[in-house]
T-cell receptor, first 112, second 112 residues
Framework: EADIYQTPRYLVIGTGKKITLECSQT?????MYWYQQDPGMELHLIHYSYGVNSTEKGDLSSESTVSRIRTEHFPLTLESARPSHTSQYLC???????????FGPGTRLTVL | QKEVEQDPGPLSVPEGAIVSLNCTYSNSAFQYFMWYRQYSRKGPELLMY????GNKEDGRFTAQVDKSSKYISLFIRDSQPSDSATYLC????????????FGGGTRVLVKP
C-alpha cells in the first residue's frame, strides 16, 4: 500500500484566493509529480520533481507553482484561484530506478 | 497522434466474464509497462508492472506485453462488480530520468 497523502481531500473556495495543496510521502522517493484530471478525462502532468530543489513544468501548462524543499513534501500553490482551476489534483511519487508511480487519493478543488 | 492509444469504453460485461483491455503504442523505446485501476473520484492504484514481453499473472489479473506489435493487454478473470473502474495503461522509456506516458483509460462496468 502506498504511503502518499494529500490534504485537503475536498476544497471549495472563492475566486482570487490563494491556495496550497499539500502532498507528502513517507517512502523516501526521489521523484514526485502533480497531475490534473477532470472527471472522466485523462491525466495531465503539470509539475514534477526529481529531488530536493528540483522542479520542472509538465506537459500541460498550469498557472500553479510547486516547491521541493524536503524529499517527502511537494506542495502545489495557486496564487489566485479561478473557476477554470476547478479539477481533481493528483500527487504521485516514484523510485528513481523503476519509475513505478504511486498515487495519493487526490484533492478535488472547486473554485466558485 | 497520441503515443499511447486506449479505447475509452465503456466496456460492460456480466459478472464472472473475462475482461480484456488493451493499449497500443507508437514509441518502440518504451520498456516498462504498467496497469493502474482508478475508482471514481480516487487516485490510480498500481495493479501490474511488467518489463519483458510475455505474460505476467497476479491472482485474477494477467498482463501481456507484445513489443513486436507494440501492444499490451490486461485480462481480468472471474470479473466482479468491484472490478468496475477505469483502467489506465502506462509506459516509460528506460528507468531513470524519464516520464510515464499514460493511456486515456478504459471504463469497465461489471454487472451483477
Amino acid at each position: 500500500e502506498a504511503d502518499i497523502y494529500q490534504t485537503p481531500r475536498y476544497l471549495v473556495i472563492g475566486t482570487g484566493k490563494k491556495i496550497t495543496l499539500e502532498c507528502s510521502q513517507t517512502m523516501g522517493h526521489d521523484k514526485m509529480y502533480w497531475y490534473q484530471q477532470d472527471p472522466g478525462m485523462e491525466l495531465h502532468l503539470i509539475h514534477y520533481s526529481y529531488g530536493v530543489n528540483s522542479t520542472e513544468k509538465g506537459d500541460l501548462s498550469s498557472e500553479s507553482t510547486v516547491s521541493r524543499i524536503r524529499t517527502e513534501h511537494f506542495p502545489l500553490t495557486l496564487e489566485s484561484a479561478r473557476p477554470s482551476h476547478t479539477s481533481q489534483y493528483l500527487c504521485a511519487s516514484s523510485e528513481f530506478q523503476t519509475d513505478t508511480q504511486y498515487f495519493g487519493p487526490g484533492t478535488r478543488l472547486t473554485v466558485l | 497522434q497520441k503515443e499511447v492509444e486506449q479505447d475509452p469504453g465503456p466496456l460492460s460485461v456480466p459478472e464472472g466474464a473475462i475482461v480484456s483491455l488493451n493499449c497500443t503504442y507508437s514509441n518502440s523505446a518504451f520498456q516498462y509497462f504498467m496497469w493502474y485501476r482508478q475508482y471514481s473520484r480516487k487516485g490510480p492504484e498500481l495493479l501490474m508492472y511488467t518489463y519483458s514481453s510475455g505474460n505476467k499473472e497476479d491472482g485474477r489479473f494477467t498482463a501481456q506485453v507484445d513489443k513486436s506489435s507494440k501492444y499490451i493487454s490486461l485480462f481480468i478473470r472471474d470479473s466482479q462488480p468491484s472490478d468496475s473502474a477505469t483502467y489506465l495503461c502506462a509506459m516509460i522509456v528506460g528507468a531513470a530520468g524519464n516520464k510515464l506516458t499514460f493511456g486515456g483509460g478504459t471504463r469497465v462496468l461489471v454487472k451483477p
